[in-house]
C-alpha cells in the first residue's frame, strides 16, 4: 500500500531553520506531484508548498514564500522541505500529500495520499 512517512520536525527558536523529508513508496513517485500542507490548532489545514512531478515547477503559499523550498529527490523517492528563518506562527502539523495529476496545486481535497504529519514548533 501506498505510505508517506514525513521525518525532521522538531523545537527549534525563532530565526531557526529544519528540513522535513517525506519518504513515499508503494507508487511510483515521479508520476505524483507533491504537496506539503501544515495546521495548527484550531486552523484550518493550509497550503505550504508544492512540486511537479520533474520537479521543475514549484509552488509556494504566501505566508513562506521566500522563506521555504520544496525540493524532491525521484531517485530515492523523498520530497523536502527546507524553512528558513521560522516563526512562531510556523508552528504546527506539517504533512506530505501526493497527487496523480500533473499540476500543482494548492487544494488540500484533490490529494491522493497523505502521511500521519511531523510536529514542527518554533519557540519565540
Known amino acids: 500500500q501506498v505510505q508517506l512517512v514525513e521525518s525532521g520536525g522538531g523545537l527549534v527558536q525563532a530565526g531557526g531553520s529544519l528540513r522535513l523529508s517525506c519518504a513515499a513508496s508503494g507508487l511510483t513517485f515521479s508520476r505524483y506531484t507533491m504537496g506539503w500542507f501544515r495546521q495548527a490548532p484550531g486552523k484550518e489545514r493550509e497550503f505550504v508548498a508544492g512540486i511537479s512531478r520533474g520537479g521543475g515547477n514549484t509552488y509556494y503559499g504566501a505566508s513562506v514564500k521566500g522563506r521555504f523550498t520544496i525540493s524532491r529527490d525521484n531517485a530515492k523517492n523523498t520530497v523536502y522541505l527546507q524553512m528558513n528563518s521560522l516563526k512562531p506562527e510556523d508552528t504546527a502539523v506539517y504533512y506530505c500529500?501526493?497527487?496523480?495529476?500533473?499540476?500543482?496545486?494548492?487544494?488540500?481535497?484533490?490529494?491522493?495520499?497523505w502521511g500521519q504529519g511531523t510536529q514542527v514548533t518554533v519557540s519565540s
Open positions: 500529500a501526493a497527487d496523480r495529476m500533473n499540476t500543482v496545486v494548492d487544494a488540500s481535497y484533490v490529494y491522493d495520499y
